[in-house]
């Protein structure tokens, strides 16, 4: 960004100043050292002070936060880094289109919505495809976005039930050492499923369509031998099954349903040297009519913004590893 130091001065509504600022003035201080500008709040008006670009830049973040605190949003940190993001990008309008576009309300009556543009063609994907692999990085909104969409058809009567599964993968602890039966063995594997449901649907309605068999949460080797007709099926931490797995799920779907499948590639618990069913199907599927693959990135992370910078700082350390690799394995082919 560059041009002469300018001056632009907007109108901004007291009542919305501190939604606006962050704690702290902590909002306003990213605009001012990402894009290089100065603000000033006196009396109602709003001034920036800064290089040309910048400053028209800075006005587009400030319009699209401003109109987001309006509608009733708290500004938060992803809020105002995505906003920058995308006014560097040219793509001013694109915070405010997506706050449109709300899938349902948690039970203590908060908005579920994509927050990123990423999450929007996921969302979009979902309500217009059978079947949606949703792949990225943790803190993408993957399984919760998915269990939103799957609770909002489950109360507009689309689909009859929720069936919730993942793989139950022994991350260095063996299953039997836990106490309690089998459903306490598998509890903690499925407690995310949980935590989400609880938070959309609340623990009192998840509990009783829980006891009448309207949602099930269960691990994958409980879907072996089932057709699920007119449900919502989500497969949570994909990356985690076995070909044989995947393939046994992705068969058990019937009439009616609609599948949507998770998983994060950089995270996997297999024992070395076993394939991810993940892996394979969307090699196997990627042509096949009817289901779509949404692939998320540390841009669509959604959790404090520090997870945004492990995430990048991870995928920059193993694309260096990678590298290195390669060129190891040429030097040894070369000799």
Known sequence: MSGGIIEDRMEFPAEHLRNVYGQFDEHIKKLERSLNVTLVARDGTLRIVGPESNVRCARGCLEQLLELSRRGNEITG??????????????????VELDGDCICHTVAGRPVKPKTLGQKQYVDAIRDHMIVFGVGPAGTGKTYLAMAMAITAFRNDEVSRIILTRP?????????FLPGDLQSKVDPYLR???????????????????????????????MRGRTLDNAYIILDEAQNTTPAQMKMFLTRIGFGSK????????????????KSGLDVAMQVLKKVEGISFCELTSKDVVRHPLVQKIVQAYETYEKRAERTSEKALKRKRGR
């Open 168 to 176: 139950a993968i022994e991350a260095g602890e063996k299953l039997g």
């Open 192 to 222: 995310p499923l949980y935590d989400a449901l609880y938070q959309i649907m609340g623990a009192d309605s998840f509990q009783k369509n829980m006891e009448k068999g309207l949602i099930e949460v269960a691990p994958l080797a409980y």
């Open 259 to 274: 599948v949507v499948v998770t998983g994060d590639a950089s995270q996997k618990d297999l024992p070395s040297g076993t």
């Open 78 to 95: 992803q809020n105002v880094n995505y906003a920058i993001a995308l006014a560097m990008d040219s793509r001013e309008n694109a915070l």
